[in-house]
């Protein structure tokens, strides 16, 4: 059964660090595009960061850029997400999805295999 199973989410103060990961069961990583993904109330999901098969390539939304970096280990079928200075405005369920092509727009619809989130809230 292919799963992404994310964690490392929870309840922090602004300003706060936080490290999400994504691990995979049932497949490897190696060749696929992935991404993050946050979704608050009542929005639609939006990509925060992906990264290129590589891992050369990455890209941000703008509200997140210099504040978090995306990795990659393909050896440990994991996928990172390194928030720092984390903001209100951060809070959401956070998704890690797998792709079928990489894309600078980190959009939704390009990525097929979704975890079933971890919340984070950034709260004082």
């Known amino acids: 059964q292919l799963q992404l199973v994310e964690s490392g989410g929870g309840l922090v103060q602004p300003g706060a660090s936080l490290t999400l990961s994504c691990a995979a069961s049932g497949f490897s990583l190696e060749g696929l595009p992935l991404g993050w993904f946050r979704q608050a109330p009542g929005n639609e999901r939006e990509g925060v960061s992906c990264i290129s098969v590589s891992g050369g390539t990455t890209s941000y939304h703008d509200s997140v850029k210099v504040r978090f970096t995306i990795s990659r280990d393909d050896a440990k079928k994991t996928v990172y997400l390194h928030m720092n200075n984390v903001k209100p405005e951060d809070t959401g369920t956070y998704y890690c999805?797998?792709?079928?092509?990489?894309?600078?727009?980190?959009?939704?619809?390009?990525?097929?295999?979704w975890g079933q989130g971890t919340q984070v809230t950034v709260s004082s």
């Open positions: 999805g797998a792709g079928i092509i990489y894309s600078d727009a980190c959009e939704t619809r390009i990525h097929n295999h």
